[in-house]
């Protein structure tokens, strides 16, 4: 397929390219990119090839992801997205119209320098150079992925928070430069691999291979919150798909020297991912009175399960995996179920939060969570010890109050999450 036919049939793509690739900007990047190479040439550095690098870099992370999260925020502010819901777009097409047509002038940038780097002194390690522009690709990405989740909490709202999807992409990017990096340097001393699944493999093949998987996922979460946008039901098959892919990309570093764990170790290394990616979308994750109601409205089950939220199915999965974990291990059962309990108390809690505040709801969370797992345990510990704290939080030597504890816990949350229920339905 040609260029031209991939426009026709993108046309999102071919918007941004007309809107970014401007005859002036042509122009002033190549120029901008030859002062900085001649500057650098000039001030004798050895390894120019490195710095040409380095500039890719910042075009990609620092300057791509910008441009990644104020190509939404822009159309949300001249209204022109409100246009394009009501179009009859692919949210597939949107995506790669808006990931790539936004960025499309850095990508520009870093194309005129991989056509210098043959030409500068100095080494370049393919490796690194493919880890770097994935690593952009990652950066501009979440940008935009966070971005769109920050709308879904408030539309009306005209100006995103760019600042903080470009801060969050610079992270997603950091295993092309950062901790990945440093990990390259400490594996020397290992011989440069990774044990994963028993099998040795190239730290910086691991990386590489690693962003690009991660890039795949944004780019279905992104194609997917497009898809909200444009009033599809929710669906919660990605995000549970994601989550059955996290848990065996973490069972890969529990099978070091050939060993393979202990089954109640797979289960309950299963169970904890699943929880905290429960808790991941939980708190990425609006609540709407709209969808509870077609919810409970659906007049079949595959229609129920397309307007549940994405991380239920996730939550019964990582209930599901505790469970086994302790019929596995044949003991602790009375932590568990006050771990189920927390577990509980804190999905009621956010539910109640997100229908009864109308603002502020991550602030307000965050007040909870320190409170609840931290500041209440250490007063309730210091004037009783642990049998106070066991009814807050469980611990080992209290296990009547630690069971009991945590499920008037979760009891009084889920009445307080019923009752902002009802007085939320009828609004």
């Known amino acids: 397929m040609t260029g031209i036919a991939l426009l026709r049939l993108n046309p999102e793509l071919q918007r941004c ?7 002036t900007r042509l122009v002033l990047m190549p120029a901008l990119l030859a002062v900085a190479v001649a500057g650098l040439h ?14 890719v870099f910042f075009l990609l992370v620092l300057w791509g992801g910008r441009l990644a999260a104020d190509s939404f925020v822009e159309e949300v502010a001249q209204g022109t997205w409100d246009v394009q819901r009501l179009s009859a777009s692919n949210p597939w097409a949107m995506a790669w119209g808006k990931l790539l047509g936004g960025t499309s002038y850095v990508w520009y940038g870093a194309l005129l320098c991989l056509l210098v780097l043959p030409f500068v002194r100095g080494r370049v390690d393919m490796v690194d150079l493919a880890t770097t522009l994935v690593g952009g690709l990652a950066a501009q990405a979440t940008a935009l992925l966070v971005v769109l989740l920050l709308h879904r909490f408030d539309a009306s709202r005209r100006r995103g928070s760019t600042t903080l999807a470009q801060m969050l992409g610079i992270i997603a990017a950091v295993p092309s430069l950062g901790p990945m990096a440093a990990l390259s340097s400490a594996a ?4 440069g691999t990774m044990a ?6 190239p730290v910086p093949a691991f990386t590489l291979v690693n962003e690009i998987i991660v890039v795949a996922w944004l780019f279905l979460g992104i194609a997917w919150l497009i898809r909200l946008q444009l009033g599809h039901a929710p669906s919660p098959w990605p995000y549970l798909a994601f989550t059955l892919y996290q848990i065996a990309f973490f069972q890969g570093f529990l099978f070091q020297g050939g060993l393979v764990p202990p089954f109640a170790v797979i289960l309950g290394s299963s169970a ?3 929880a905290s990616l429960t808790y991941l979308s939980l708190l990425a994750s609006p609540l709407y009175v709209t969808d509870i109601k077609r ?21 019964v999965l990582a209930v599901v995996l505790g469970a086994a974990t302790v019929a596995a291990g044949g003991r602790e059962w009375t932590l568990a179920a006050a771990i189920l309990a927390l577990f509980l108390r804190d999905i009621a809690l956010v539910a109640a939060v997100r229908l009864l505040a109308r603002r502020r709801t991550a602030m307000l969370l965050c007040v909870l969570a320190v409170l609840l797992y931290w500041l209440l345990p250490e007063v309730m510990d210091g004037i009783g010890g642990d049998g106070l704290k066991a009814w807050i939080f469980p611990t080992r030597d209290a296990a009547p109050v630690s069971l009991i504890g945590p499920w008037v816990q979760a009891a009084a949350a889920l009445v307080l999450a019923a009752i902002a229920w009802n007085r939320k339905k009828g609004v």
């Open 17 to 23: 390219l007309w809107l970014e690739l401007t005859p």
């Open 42 to 55: 000039l001030s004798g550095v050895d390894d120019l090839a490195q710095w040409v690098q380095y500039i």
């Open 188 to 191: 020397k001393g290992w011989g």
């Open 196 to 201: 994963w699944y028993g099998n040795s493999i």
């Open 272 to 274: 904890l991912v699943a």
């Open 295 to 315: 919810l409970l409205r659906a007049s079949d089950w595959a229609e129920r399960w397309d307007w549940l939220p994405s991380w239920l199915p996730v939550a």
